[in-house]
């Protein structure tokens, strides 16, 4: 069984409405009627300035599969750029601003960042730089240390 999202308390379910082909919910705020989908629930929270303002920050506590995954991508892209440590994940002041900046971000594992994520932007940057690489037929190549 699974619970209903929250955000439905502002909502009437309606069921199917003549002229649709999917079922309807109509907001109980400004009376207007969306498509019975949680992301179209959403975005109308968002949008309408006559929803309580604790439900306009749903969005801040709410996390999709893919926002996920692209903000474990960018932390371990500045992990890699950055040349940081991996037991950075485990720092308590770490964790804590995530949970402050975006509560329902979950760092990845060590385990994760350091095969996967690390792999990924190692492969990433390697492309990118052969890219460069390929372009021109005369190069000067500078390293300092």
């Given at each position: 069984m699974t619970i209903p999202d929250p955000i439905w308390?502002?909502?009437?379910?309606?069921?199917?409405?003549?002229?649709?082909?999917?079922?309807?919910?109509?907001?109980?705020?400004?009376e207007q009627?969306?498509?019975?989908?949680?992301?179209?629930?959403q975005i109308h929270s968002v949008s309408n300035s006559?929803?309580?303002s604790a439900l306009k920050l749903y969005k801040v506590n709410h996390i999709t599969k893919a926002e996920q995954k692209l903000l474990e991508l960018v932390f371990a892209?500045?992990?890699f750029y950055c040349s940081l440590f991996?037991?950075?994940l485990e720092?308590?002041?770490?964790?804590?601003?995530?949970?402050q900046a975006r509560s329902a971000f979950k760092l990845p594992s060590r385990k994760k960042l350091s095969t996967k994520l690390l792999d990924f932007v190692f492969?990433?940057?390697k492309n990118k730089v052969e890219t460069l690489i390929n372009q021109y037929t005369n190069m000067c190549l500078i390293s300092d240390g």
């Open positions: 308390i502002l909502f009437s379910k309606l069921g199917y409405v003549p002229g649709f082909k999917q079922k309807r919910s109509k907001c109980d705020k400004c009627q969306i498509n019975e989908s949680l992301r179209a629930a006559s929803l309580p892209r500045s992990v991996l037991s950075l720092m308590e002041t770490i964790k804590l601003l995530w949970k492969n990433e940057t």
